[in-house]
């Protein structure tokens, strides 16, 4: 933890001020390793302090060696105030992203003695590339749904409603060691998968339904992703199966460009162009994938508006998808790890072809 704070120090000081407040609850998780819900940290170049209230500053003792604790009572951004008046900063850094309007009005009003910078990514930059560590946790993250992925599929049948089947995916997951699930279930069938993000409904799933199914789970504080459409009966409609074939081929064709220094949004165009090839490219409205990590979403993005160059250590998911209306849907997810010469993947369930159940 503390190199990550050492690496930031250096962003730190390259943006020009002289302390950074940390308010992204995730961020302070993977800086600091302190897990708990409330706390914010003000890193300068000489220390590193936690601010937390009295629920957590045992735990954050021990989380977070290396950080010295100190306990909020009253608000943290009074503690702050507090703390600033003994410091010579002039120039604090914040995050942009994690800081409400009003906090922000609060801030201009509490700490004047300094100058407050709005900063953009500092932390979420440095999330970008994973350690093996940080791969070794997604790895067990992603190998936990796997593992019950055959074991729901048994239970996705004709008759069940998608809540029924989702919630007992859920349990199935927390029972084989979650430490939450990483997103709400989204669990689609017949029509509905034609929802990108179908939440599970009422509706019971009937012979001939395609069934999107899409869950993650967080393992040591980091994140998978999982996505695969399977069929309810023996036999495709032809416009099942060709949909799958095409989202199959233009995952697979995103997977094989994978490797370092290749553009994010190329790996997208490449799988457009082969959904937009066979005629269904108005129907794939999303992304091709996103980072993964302390976050379900984070950077780079596999979209046509990244900016992100791909590289080593990077973890990303690859799922495209054919969404046609009152029909049904197809999405295929892997979640892989960029490395020097391509893509490892870490996601082992089978996705050849069309399951049956
Ligand atoms: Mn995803």
Known sequence: MLERVRRLRQLIDESGVEAFLVTGIDN???????????GVLLIGPDEALLLTDARYTVQAGAEAPGFEVVTVEKTWLELLAELL?????????FEAAHVTHQ??????????????????????RLRLVKDEEEIRAIRQA?????EAFPWIV????????ER?????????LRDRGAERMAFEIILASGARSALPHGRPSGKVV?????VLLDCGVVCDGYCSDFTRTVLVGAVPEPWQEEIYQVVLAAQEAGIRMIRTGVLAADVDARVREVIAHHGYGEYFGH?????????????????????????????????????????GGVRIEDVVVIREDGAEILTLAPKDRLIRV
């Open 28 to 38: 302070v998780r993977y800086l600091s390793g302190f897990t708990g819900s409330a």
């Open 85 to 93: 008046q003994n410091r010579v900063y002039q120039l604090l850094g």
């Open 103 to 124: 906090q922000f009005l609060r801030m201009r009003e509490l700490l004047s003695m300094v100058e407050l910078r709005p900063l953009k990514d500092l932390v979420e």
């Open 142 to 146: 992603v190998g936990l749904v796997d």
């Open 154 to 161: 048994d239970r996705i049948r004709a008759g069940r409603s």
């Open 164 to 172: 029924e089947i989702a919630l007992e995916l859920e349990f199935a």
């Open 206 to 210: 009937e012979k001939g339904d395609l």
């Open 287 to 327: 992304s091709t994938g996103h980072g993964l990590g302390v976050q379900v979403h984070e950077l780079p993005r596999l979209g046509r508006f990244s900016e992100e160059t791909l590289q080593a250590g990077m973890v990303v998911t690859v799922e495209p998808g054919i969404y046609l209306p009152d029909r």
